[in-house]
Nanobody, 131 residues
């Protein structure tokens, strides 16, 4: 079992920045894939970013909509994953969720964008970007 708790959401003006944190417990953090998803009102949950564990080390993937603006990172010593969000736009407004899973090392990159591949989820944190 993995327990995940997000924090760091809030209200920010367009162009501003926020850093979300996801504290994990209950499992060896360094061995799990950590992802961020978001869900806006009336929309489906969508992939944002992931930090993966593979045979060759770690990789990161981003949704096209956040590439160049968001950065995912992780601190194994603190069992915490982060999502640094810069140049925020009103369309980034959503509830942000962190997720943990153990996808096979040979998984194609698109697997990591699918929410059904993750076993554990946090409760979500609201991010609101005003124009």
């Amino acid at each position: 079992q993995v327990q995940l708790v997000e924090s760091g959401g809030g209200l920010v003006q367009a162009g501003g920045s926020l850093r979300l944190s996801c504290a994990a417990s209950g499992r060896t953090f360094s061995s799990v894939d950590m992802g961020w998803f978001r869900q806006a009102p009336g929309k489906e949950r969508e992939f944002v970013a992931v930090s993966t564990i593979t045979w060759s080390g770690r990789n990161t993937y981003y949704a096209d909509s956040v590439k160049g603006r968001f950065t995912i990172s992780r601190d194994d010593a603190k069992n915490t994953a982060y999502l640094q969000m810069n140049s925020l736009k009103p369309e980034d407004t959503a509830v942000y969720y962190c997720a943990a899973g153990e996808l096979p090392y040979s998984s194609p990159s698109y697997y990591y964008t699918r929410s059904d591949k993750y076993d554990y989820w946090g409760q979500g944190t609201q991010v609101t970007v005003s124009s």
